[in-house]
């Protein structure tokens, strides 16, 4: 059996369309599956690289209370709101020499 260069590039668009669509369903799944009430749900990975802190701190936030924090199936996860409030909670303007000086 053969085909012609047309009818193979049209039959690899056509697959390439479909895994495309299967992408893009997984990436779907994948975050539903990560998140609890409609809201994302972050594992200690994407915390650590978020936050650029290292696994000590992390777990010092926890044990503080100062990060709450979920777990499910013996693996932590922590609710994006949450983890936006800690760090608002955290921040500390720098001063500027203006405000300084008053």
Do not use: C
């Amino acid at each position: 059996m053969n085909i012609d260069r047309i009818e193979f590039l049209a039959w690899m668009e056509r697959l390439m369309g479909r895994l495309d669509m299967l992408g893009d369903n997984i990436d779907e799944l994948q975050k539903k599956r990560n998140s609890i009430d409609g809201e994302e749900l972050l594992d200690n990975q994407d915390l650590l690289q978020m936050l650029k802190i290292s696994n000590r701190s992390l777990q010092r936030y926890r044990s503080i209370g100062k990060l709450p924090y979920y777990t499910i199936s013996g693996k932590l996860y922590y609710k994006l709101s949450d983890v936006h409030q800690f760090i608002r909670e955290s921040f500390n303007p720098p001063t500027t020499k203006l405000n300084a000086n008053k």
